[in-house]
């Protein structure tokens, strides 16, 4: 498993932007496929986002499609989720997550952050 730290959420008007990152400390970050998923309160947790170790690959929910952008730099260790044109359902607890094999199910990650909250207002 692999230690994953989040940062960057907070609360943002719709229409905002706001970007996540999640940090990795360890010189085995490169050899891990790296995704998002969000919870939003009362509902189940679902994937928003996934790229592949060298960025060759990224996988979008259909929800987020063409307003969030997942990247990584595998020399800092943090891959991140630029988050446009943000909207109230947008609001939940961002995960990052880690894994060996590529995917947009949460099985496909053994290695989960703490979280962080994005809060879009109306």
């Known amino acids: 498993q692999v230690q994953l730290v989040e940062s960057g959420g907070g609360l943002v008007q719709a229409g905002g932007s706001l970007r996540l990152s999640c940090a990795a400390p360890?010189?085995?970050?490169?050899?891990?496929?790296m995704g998002w998923f969000r919870q939003a309160p009362g509902k189940e947790r679902e994937f928003v986002s996934s790229?592949?170790?060298?960025?060759?690959?990224?996988y979008y929910a259909d929800s987020v499609k063409g307003r969030f952008t997942i990247s990584r730099d595998n020399a800092k260790n943090t891959v991140y989720l630029q988050m446009n044109s943000l909207k109230p359902e947008d609001t939940a607890v961002y995960y990052c997550?880690?894994?060996?094999?590529?995917?947009?199910?949460?099985?496909?990650?053994?290695?989960w952050g703490q979280g962080t909250q994005v809060t879009v207002s109306s």
């Open positions: 790229i592949s170790r060298s960025e060759s690959i990224t």
């Open positions: 360890g010189r085995t970050f490169s050899n891990y496929y």
């Open positions: 997550a880690a894994g060996f094999r590529g995917g947009i199910l949460q099985a496909d990650f053994g290695s």
